[in-house]
Antibody
Framework: QMQLQESGPGLVKPSETLSLTCSVS??????????WTWIRQPPGKGLEWIGS???????YYNPSLKSRVTISEDSSKNQFSLNVRSVTAADTALYYC??????????????WGQGTLVTVSS | QAVVTQEPSLTVSPGGTVTLTCGSS?????????PYWFQQKPGQAPRSLIY???NRHSWTPARFSGSLLGGKAALTLSGAQPEDEADYYC?????????FGTGTKVTVL
């Protein structure tokens, strides 16, 4: 059974770059049936879709974050990553990675990682 | 970017029925938005309940059902159980980018 695990610094200074990695176990990231996704949740608030990457490196992003976000994949390490540039306190959130699996007519988001809290503060 | 709106909170009696809705600020919600529904309990990651409007996973209890209702996506819980108390989020596809709904807190009381 596939499992996802987020990792990265829990504290980032304002104006710097937030960098997280999602390690995938129990299966290959290089599957044509999956997109790899980042989602975040500010403390006490709702969910926000950040973006996704395909194993070919193709990406799509939330338009409101697109100018500051890069999502990439590393098939050699079976992981994918998130970079958010020029962070502010508004980027403080629990960051989740998830797999979007799709077939000819549908897609679904499962599994999810447990989430990692990133705080932006000096 | 569209804003996806849900009821902030709903209360249902044990064994009762409640319907959550998910509306888009830009257009009526259709099957083309592939509506998704997630359940999140305190301290846990969200869990997928429904995908592509009305498809359940193997782990989704049959008391949860998805539909389209009056230009919105809907999640109906029939026969609520205490363990259904949670936050529920919808997610809509806008031909590529996704937008989550604002979330509904469901209390079973």
């Amino acid at each position: 059974q596939m499992q996802l695990q987020e990792s990265g610094p829990g504290l980032v200074k304002p104006s710097e770059t937030l960098s997280l990695t999602c390690s995938v176990s129990g299966g290959s990231i290089s599957s044509s049936s999956y997109y790899w996704t980042w989602i975040r949740q500010p403390p006490g608030k709702g969910l926000e879709w950040i973006g996704s990457v395909y194993y070919t490196g193709g990406t799509y992003y939330n338009p409101s974050l697109k100018s500051r976000v890069t999502i990439s994949e590393d098939s050699s390490k079976n992981q994918f990553s998130l970079n958010v540039r020029s962070v502010t306190a508004a980027d403080t959130a629990l960051y989740y990675c998830a797999r979007e699996e799709f077939d000819s007519s549908s897609s679904w988001f499962d599994p999810w990682g447990q989430g990692t809290l990133v705080t932006v503060s000096s | 970017q569209a804003v996806v709106t849900q009821e902030p909170s709903l209360t249902v009696s044990p064994g009762g029925t409640v319907t959550l809705t998910c509306g888009s600020s830009t257009e009526a919600v259709t099957s083309g938005h592939y509506p998704y529904w997630f359940q999140q309990k305190p301290g846990q990651a969200p869990r997928s309940l429904i995908y592509n409007t009305n498809n359940r996973h193997s782990w989704t209890p049959a008391r949860f059902s998805g539909s389209l209702l009056g230009g919105k996506a809907a999640l109906t819980l029939s026969g609520a159980q205490p363990e259904d108390e949670a936050d529920y989020y919808c997610l809509l596809s806008y031909s590529g980018p996704y937008v989550f709904g604002t979330g509904t807190k469901v209390t079973v009381l």
